[in-house]
């Protein structure tokens, strides 16, 4: 595991996209190998799937936002191959990392401009979609509503929309083996917008946001970004006017503890790893560009670094939930 010092040299190293978007993950090999391990993970984490949307073979036009290494939007593109389909992303997707399939063409540039309700690109115009799609935005987007009714309105009535994002409300597993929650606690599971709304889930007892949670959070808040996106998703694309909506979320896990599937204790046990490696330069990052007292950073990177790195850290057992949120334009 990195300590403090591997971290800093890394960050040194890293290399991000040049717009004015409010994005602020790195945009490098690394990173791009970091969400292609994820992506194979979530597949397992999902049983086996990308998409929840029920989409039919009749899907002429599909679009994935923000699409990184493009590897959502390539398993689209070759599971319909009649389909035309889009990826855009702020930075160029890598080259070579897949075979080019004719049904697919990425877009480098930012989807607020792209689809902009004044002046749409030529591909981007109103109600041409039958499918939009979008995964992580959690570090990019500063309006959630306005970007969800952006997507809504590229895709025609009767289309579906896809949102997979994290939601950072903090989770922690007991240390003793006899306060282990019952499995079904982080098990995967849907979700009514009642039962989102009233909080009422078993998971709920084991909230808990440690001191680098909280300031990683108000960071993420300072630049207009929100912490909570994932849960927030069904009522944004409710108040966009999509009809049957469909709730469902997964475990992210920090670590790996009895009672987790396979699936959950593989992706638990590479983002315990990656946690420092990833959180320690995004929060001096975002500490830069807000601003913050550097004291209060870097007292939650050593706090964070202890959790992972102290005596104690093969004991961190920490989740947050993905949330996965479909919902279908009315005809
Ligand atoms: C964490 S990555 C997730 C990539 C991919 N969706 C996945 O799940 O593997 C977020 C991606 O969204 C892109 N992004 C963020 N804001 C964007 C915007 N406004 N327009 C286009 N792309 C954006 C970033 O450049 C980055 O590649």
């Given at each position: 595991m990195g300590?403090?010092?591997?971290?800093?040299?890394?960050?040194k190293k890293?290399?991000?996209?040049?717009?004015?978007?409010?994005y602020?993950?790195p945009?490098?090999?690394?990173?791009?190998?970091?969400?292609?391990?994820q992506h194979?993970?979530?597949i397992?984490l999902m049983?086996?799937?990308i998409i929840?949307a029920?989409l039919?073979?009749?899907?002429?036009?599909?679009?994935?936002?923000?699409?990184?290494?493009?590897s959502?939007t390539h398993?689209?593109?070759s599971?319909?191959?009649?389909?035309?389909?889009?990826?855009i992303?702020l930075?160029a997707v890598?080259?070579?990392?897949?075979?080019?399939?004719?049904?697919?063409?990425y877009?480098?540039g930012?989807f607020?401009?792209?689809?902009s309700?004044?002046?749409p690109?030529?591909?981007?115009?109103?109600?041409?979609?039958?499918?939009?799609f979008?995964?992580?935005?959690i570090y990019?987007?500063?309006?959630?509503?306005?970007?969800?009714d952006?997507a809504?309105?590229l895709?025609?009535p009767?289309?579906?929309?896809?949102?997979?994002?994290?939601?950072?409300?903090?989770?922690?597993v007991?240390?003793?083996?006899?306060e282990l929650?019952p499995?079904e606690?982080?098990?995967?599971?849907?979700l009514?917008?009642?039962?989102l709304?009233?909080?009422s889930?078993?998971?709920?007892?084991?909230l808990?946001?440690?001191q680098w949670q909280?300031t990683m959070?108000s960071l993420?808040r300072?630049?207009?970004?929100?912490?909570h996106?994932?849960?927030?998703l069904?009522s944004h694309?409710?108040?966009?006017?999509?009809?049957?909506?469909?709730?469902?979320r997964?475990?992210s896990?920090?670590?790996?503890?009895?009672g987790l599937t396979?699936e959950?204790a593989a992706f638990g046990?590479?983002v315990?790893?990656?946690?420092p490696?990833?959180y320690?330069?995004t929060?001096?990052k975002?500490?830069e560009?807000t601003g913050?007292?550097?004291?209060v950073?870097?007292e939650a990177?050593q706090y964070l670094e202890?959790?992972?790195e102290?005596?104690?850290a093969e004991?961190?057992?920490l989740?947050?939930?993905v949330y996965?949120v479909?919902?279908?334009?009315?005809?």
């Amino acid at each position: 595991m990195g300590s403090i010092t591997d971290t800093d040299t890394i960050h040194k190293k890293r290399t991000y996209h040049t717009t004015g978007s409010a994005y602020s993950l790195p945009n490098d090999n690394v990173e791009h190998q970091r969400l292609e391990i994820q992506h194979a993970l979530f597949i397992g984490l999902m049983g086996g799937r990308i998409i929840h949307a029920p989409l039919t073979p009749a899907v002429s036009k599909a679009i994935d936002i923000g699409c990184g290494t493009g590897s959502v939007t390539h398993a689209i593109a070759s599971a319909h191959p009649s389909t035309t389909v889009y990826g855009i992303d702020l930075s160029a997707v890598p080259a070579r990392m897949r075979t080019k399939l004719p049904n697919l063409s990425y877009i480098q540039g930012d989807f607020n401009e792209l689809a902009s309700q004044e002046n749409p690109d030529p591909r981007f115009t109103p109600k041409s979609f039958d499918y939009a799609f979008s995964r992580m935005l959690i570090y990019g987007i500063t309006n959630w509503q306005a970007y969800v009714d952006r997507a809504v309105s590229l895709v025609k009535p009767g289309g579906w929309i896809e949102m997979q994002e994290a939601d950072y409300h903090w989770y922690r597993v007991p240390r003793s083996e006899s306060e282990l929650p019952p499995s079904e606690t982080f098990a995967s599971h849907d979700l009514s917008m009642k039962e989102l709304q009233a909080r009422s889930h078993l998971s709920e007892a084991y909230l808990c946001e440690s001191q680098w949670q909280h300031t990683m959070s108000s960071l993420l808040r300072a630049k207009s970004l929100n912490p909570h996106a994932g849960s927030a998703l069904a009522s944004h694309m409710a108040a966009a006017g999509l009809t049957d909506i469909r709730i469902r979320r997964y475990i992210s896990p920090s670590g790996v503890w009895p009672g987790l599937t396979r699936e959950a204790a593989a992706f638990g046990n590479y983002v315990g790893k990656q946690t420092p490696l990833m959180y320690v330069p995004t929060i001096r990052k975002l500490g830069e560009e807000t601003g913050w007292d550097s004291g209060v950073v870097e007292e939650a990177v050593q706090y964070l670094e202890k959790e992972f790195e102290g005596e104690d850290a093969e004991e961190y057992r920490l989740w947050f939930w993905v949330y996965v949120v479909c919902g279908r334009k009315p005809e």
